[in-house]
């Protein structure tokens, strides 16, 4: 059995599976599936200012960003929950054997993501939920497996659920630019086998309890309907946001969205609410892509937020 860590203890690897948490009387698991490390900051933020890493350069390096400052670290990671009643899975990463030819990095994977799993004492079967913050590519992949040629579902007595409006939206081609139309295919093979199974739940996510201890808040901007869990279990509280961040430099610089947010100003609407919310609350953030621990807690100094790993 993985070892529970407490709050105040840092990881050792980020690939490590060994890394529990506890939130009240909730474990969550993190499961790693790749290591993001070849995008620039000036990429992924297009309002980069190089003084930032002089600023913040104690806990930027060797971290979250390489020794030549060039470029920043991120991963992919999903999150297993496990309370009195279910076993929870939020998000599944970009999945094996997809074509993923406009990213290279995520394209037709080989990756040990569900020996991982099965390290965190997990197999597929016993998974009653998937919830998917979101249906961008590196969220979805393994909601499906390729068996026979053909896509099914990864986790057969799982509930899937997500937002009816990113379903509305990415279930149409129309919605996507013509030269980025390819990308529909992450519908087409992440998505529909999930609905025609029978096994989808399409909600509206209001921040009412959907299981128990389990709230689902709408966070749009970086896509079109994401939406964060929210976990409240004995008196503590955990926020998965999805991609309402994707690197600790948006804590301090909520303003930045990133390369891949849909809404520029709905992104900023829900990071500066998910900030809100965290600091307020003192709730554990998980994030998607953060690197090392990739949880910890936002605090305030003044009209400004703190970043610490957890």
Known sequence: MART??????????M???HVYRVGEVTVTRVPELILDSNT????????DPSFIQEH??????GNMDKTRMHIFQSIYTWVLRTKQHTILIDTGAGNDKERIWMPRLNRLKSPYLKRLKAADVTPAMVDYVILTHLHVDHVGWNTQLVDGTWEPTFPNATYVFSKSEKRHYSDPENYPVNSRVKFIVYEDSVRPVIQAGQAEIIEPDGVEFLEGISLYPVPGHSIG????????GGEEALFGGDVMHHPIQVYRPEWNSVYCEDAQQARVSRRWALDYLADRRALFFSSHFAET?????????DRFVWQFC
């Open 294 to 302: 990739s949880v910890g807690r936002v605090t305030r100094t003044g």
């Open 57 to 62: 350069e104690k806990w930027l390096v060797p």
């Open 16 to 18: 490590d599976t060994n």
């Open 41 to 48: 900051p000036e990429y992924l933020y297009p309002q980069w």
């Open 5 to 14: 860590r407490k709050y105040g203890q840092k990881g050792r690897s980020i």
């Open 226 to 233: 994401q939406m964060a869990v929210c976990l409240t279990s």
